[in-house]
């Protein structure tokens, strides 16, 4: 299962992804997809220097998945971090335009009826 | 309410300029995140699901006007201008950057509040009874109590480093509206036959993956015992408390291991080896504590407000509000009044920085400036005059806080789950707003009548799922969120945990699998004024069991 890795940007907080050129971004959708379990590894490697310069902390690898065409998070978890609470669209990732085209969708009352 | 001295101030502001020191060597490399980690959470500041997260301590949920205004004025300036009040009397504030944090400890120290303890193996924010001090049936003020609780706890140098987490709540009036019962200790203030002032004392409470009740340790602890006593429950915690595993470290697994006789036995024995003068607690200390929470000087006045009455003969709405918001205050002619953080849709327990503002300015013309935080996620007015009641239900109306729901079945308590939580396996608060949105806050809401229902997102139970008489808990399962149903559990006196009903409910039906429930309930009544929890004290169980898992075809068995 490919795999995007993940930390969080010391000085703020905000939720960043390892970028193709071993930097790191904002946006879910600029991340480096990585094909296996040894890009995963190698990857991982470069963040954790970047954990030990003091630029991120708890860098971790999750997994990522093809929905719609579009590489999305598998996790609802990975979803949420990388968009923002699924109950404030004006809050996080998604806010800024930064959440992965294919995100968690929330059930909302008017979708369904009574038992 | 407290007013912090000399060396209250020097301490707190030492204390935000430690934290600078700690924040700047962080940045600078100088400290690694394991160095640091410990620093930032005595100082309560967490790495969250989507950032930083800050929780500060409202102690026993007290604050004035001026301190809600700071609040608002942090949640604009360096945060997301809102905020969340907790089931811990307390308010996070869910994106602050970690370099801006010293500067939110500075402002709130200029308010006299803090961050310190709301996180770590130390005893955290001393909780209290949100209707302290206002209450008919009140023994005594427990907010005294907890500030003296709260200035031996804090830094203390034995007991910062426990095993686990540790949570102290005091209830001073004959219902308990505190949860003293599911908290490691809980206290009960009481009088003897002498009519002297003592407490009713519980250990080993708690929720969490294993939830447990409180067992009575002593019937009657003096007053003066107060301190000594405490420091011997925490004294044989501290040295037998389970340190190799996390999940059994709280003193209720201690309890439930060497069961209440031993540990009662160990406790009266280390409080019999004190040093008798060492943490004696004299009438006259409790005294000066107390005249900070004296009471403002109200006049007493008719009962029954004219313009209270025509404005409920005319005004369903603000009739419904007088209904289930507003309770009588000790002193005649003045109310207690919830303001509802639980708006048909809202997220329980979020404030935007301009209610913020708008419940200070009321607290400030209305209220003796004084306002409660309570656990179940709503703000409180305690001293409105019965006559000013219309003025303030249409201030609360024009920043959307008059949600005339409290104690309802809207009135929901939800911890903030996999939206904000690294810890929670699913959401809570979407699933808290469509139980609100289905049930609504018409007469179908209100002829439900009082119902708590408590959401948590994790086995943690920070929405006390396992005390609310619904209680519902989120798991994830092969990917997909799940939601587990607990019925009967009760956070007052009568504290219980609830029967799992059986197996989980998806997202999507779990709303339907809640209207089940309560329309069994509303079924099986003997009378409109029967409550769920009667009713279901009643009935048991198998009624609803029956309803949920063979004659409904929402469940997901």
Redesign the interface.
Known sequence: MPDVITA?R??????VFQTADAGWSEDFNRAAVLPDAEATKAALARATED?T??LV??AYAFAVETRNGHVAP????EA??AA?????RD??KQAEGHAPLSGPT???????V?? | MYHYDDFDAAFVAARVEQFRDQVAR????EL??EQFRPHRLMNGLY?Q????MLRIAVPYGTLNSRQMRKLAEIARKYD?GYGHFTTRQNIQYN?????DTPDILAELSSVEMHAIQTSGNCIRNVTADHYAGVAHDEIADPRPYAEILRQWSSLHPEFSFLPRKFKIAVNGAAHDRAVIQAHDIGLQVVRNNEGEIGFTVYVGGGMGRTPFIGRKVREFLPERDLLAYIEAILRVYNLEGRRDNKFKARIKILMHEKTLETLRDEIETEFAARDAKALDLPPEDVARVAAFFAPPELEPKKPVSDRVERRKSKDSRFASFFASNVVAHKVPGYVVVTVSLKAIGA?PGDASADQMDAVADLAEDYSHDELRVSHEQNLILPHVALDDLPAVYDRLASVDLATANAGAVTDIIACPG???CTL?TA?S??VA??IA??FGDGARARSIGPLKINISGCVNACGHHHVGQIGILGL?RA?E?TYQITLGGSADENAAIGQITGPGFS???I???I??IVETYMGLRRRDDETFIEAFRRVGLAPFKEALYER???SDI
Do not use: F, M
């Not at chain 1, 010391?10 to 939720?15: E, N, P, R, S």
């Not at chain 1, 598998?74 to 978890?77: D, F, G, H, T, V």
């Open positions: 969080n010391l000085a703020d907080g905000v939720v954990v310069r003091n902390v708890d598998k996790a609802l978890r949420i971090r923002g609470p699924t109950t404030r809050l996080g929330a059930v909302k009352e008017a979708d369904h009574s038992l | 962080r940045l600078s490399g690694t995140e790495l699901l989507h950032s930083y997301r994106w602050p950057a970690l370099k997220v996999l939206d904000y929670a959401r608060i979407p707003q469509r949105q289905r994830e990917g969120e997202s999507e039906n709303v339907g699998a209207d089940t409904s075809a929402g």
